[in-house]
């Protein structure tokens, strides 16, 4: 059976470090990861430092390559989180000046992709908490260039946002009807799944988190049409914050032992996964 983890981090100083998480996914039966970006401040940088940013996403990129090595597919999506917007406001930093180096991070993530370095950009979007109107509106029109530039370099999209139900997905989608973003290319990251079916109406790709109580048995009763997540956030100070992606693989493997789904509907779910990073699962051994 193949299992695909759409989105975790991994950070080797606070935790295991990519390597050793890849080693026991593949172990667990693990065939694929997404590495995304974590926060700058993660790796020790400086909100809106420009010289972090590139090192946060060399940081993303090395840990693509670290999967690799273990033999799994593996790709990078690099980007910067909401957080930054509100942590930049909050420094003192004027609406202009988060907007235009949010934009300036996703051109950079632009340029990852068109090398062949990052298959995505991520995570952008809103902050999951309230931070405000100003900052909401703010970050909205950061994701808007983000949609458009991923567009243009044919990029997947990783988004974190607020957990709202058809809301956020209305929302979301309106946003990337603007941007003319590429449907089947805007990944609701901690997707809800209440929300998911209206999701993949609207265009978007639901990223179902597995661990979180309650919600992969009620992904379970949908149809097939949405990809899973560890959000793993590889932080020893954190135990237990999310499940790690070895835990996703045996959960997998329990509920069809469970009967509680067969083999054939989680084939499907990584078939979704194939459809979203064409070139990396056809093109990665």
Known sequence: MRIFDNHAHANEATGLGAAEVAKRFKRAGGTGIIFVSL?????????????????????????????????LISGAVVGVHPAECVKLRESGWGEDEVEDFMRWTADLAARYVAEGRAVGFGE?????WDAGPDVAAL???VLEYVLARARDVGAVV??????????????????????NARPGAVVMHHAEPRAA???VELGLVPSVPIGRRGEFEEALRLEPIYVVESDYIDDNARPGAVIPPWSLANKIRRAVERGLAS????????????????????SST
């Not at 952008?124 to 999951?128: K, L, M, Q």
């Not at 058809?166 to 009807?177: C, G, H, K, N, P």
């Not at 083999?263 to 056809?282: D, G, M, V, W």
């Open 124 to 128: 952008y979007g809103r902050p999951h």
């Open 197 to 199: 079916p209206l999701a």
């Open 263 to 282: 083999e054939s509907y989680f084939e499907q779910i990584y078939i979704n996964t194939e459809t979203l990073y064409r070139a990396l699962l056809h």
């Open 39 to 71: 926060l700058t401040w993660s790796i020790g940088g400086v909100p809106g430092d420009r010289s972090w940013v590139e090192k946060l996403y060399e940081h993303t990129v090395k840990n693509s390559e670290a999967a690799r090595a273990q033999g």
């Open 139 to 141: 970050c909205d029109r």
């Open 158 to 179: 990783h988004l974190h946002l607020e957990r709202r139900g058809e809301e956020t997905v209305r929302s979301v989608a309106e946003i990337a009807r603007r941007a």
